[in-house]
């Protein structure tokens, strides 16, 4: 189809830092570029992003935030790592958020139902107070 070109997300790549949330036991996740399989892969095994996501602090984990502001699109396979690792926190019993979620990605999670179970929060801060 002529006129019509795909999306690309040129000189943003895919990180995710790791760190302390203010209250005990809550750790915070800033992801940053494109969630998408080419671009999560692309740096990280997907067993090295499960790893990523594994308490490795003394205190007793409470909370994962995960901040999804600098996220601008989210494809199947960050969409399935979400609800992954939504199940998983609920088999630990721990709560889970997805705070500052872009409209692109909140359509995602709108469309495929995700937001009827997922925690949501505008800000990391929010998300903090829960």
Known sequence: MPGIQAQIWKGSSFTIERKKGKAPGVVIFRLSGPFTARDMYGTLTPEALRNLFESSSDEAPTARIFDLSEVPYMDSAG??????????????????????????????????????FLSMAATVEEAECQ
């Open 79 to 116: 969409l399935g790592m979400m609800v992954s690792e939504h199940v998983r926190c609920q088999g630990k019993g721990l709560r889970m958020v997805a705070a500052g979620v872009t409209p692109r990605v909140l359509q995602l999670f709108k469309m495929t139902k995700v937001d009827t």
